[in-house]
């Protein structure tokens, strides 16, 4: 039973002394404040996609914060031959202007609120348009001749007169 009683005492003992040792102040009587634990930026790499002429893009940009700090993103500059709106989730949507094909960039930035903001670059590769002419009817290559006119880039032929009287502003050379 003495046994048993000295384990307990030495138990609390041990205890209180743990917990008193963790409580800011020592030996002298002044308070010494502990350190606040550092706060990781958050981690983001540049990130690179691939659209096709005159269509929009939508797309999500990637950062990762070892806090789990709540991420916000924002564009820094926009890109040259487009348009880009960046949500503050980092989702995004480009616009490449009509018919422009080539490389394309903007620049944005992620926050976790603690720390100064990262930056990065998104590259954007605008391909040509690809379509597929499987999809035209081989219609208009059969039709008769005393056929009505075919459209021809959106405009009706409808003859082929001998005539300037429709065309002046291209035979007449004075202008």
């Given amino acids: 039973m003495i046994i048993m009683r000295n384990l307990i005492q030495l138990a609390v003992a041990t205890t209180l002394a743990l917990t008193l040792s963790g409580c800011g102040s020592d030996n002298d009587g002044t308070d010494k404040k ?9 981690s983001v790499a540049d990130a ?3 659209t096709q002429a005159d269509t929009e893009l939508n797309g999500q940009l990637q950062a990762s ?7 916000t993103f924002t564009l820094d500059m926009a890109p040259t031959n487009g348009t880009v709106t960046v949500n503050a989730d980092g989702s995004f949507s480009y616009q490449p202007m009509l018919e422009y094909t080539g490389s394309d960039s903007f620049s944005f930035t992620v926050d976790d609120g603690k720390n100064m903001a990262v930056a990065a670059t998104a590259q954007i ?4 348009l690809q379509v597929s002419f499987s999809s035209y009817s081989r219609a208009a290559f059969t039709a008769a001749s005393d056929a009505m006119p075919a459209r021809v880039n959106g405009r009706i032929f409808s003859n082929d007169v001998d005539t300037t ?3 002046q502003d ?6």
Avoid at 66 to 71: E, F, I, K, S
């Fill in 170 to 175: 291209l035979v007449d050379a004075s202008n």
């Fill in 65 to 71: 914060d070892a806090d789990g700090d709540t991420l």
């Fill in 165 to 167: 009287e429709f065309y």
């Fill in 48 to 50: 690179s996609f691939t």
């Fill in 125 to 128: 590769t605008v391909d040509a």
């Fill in 34 to 42: 502990q350190p606040m634990p550092s706060n990781s930026a958050p």
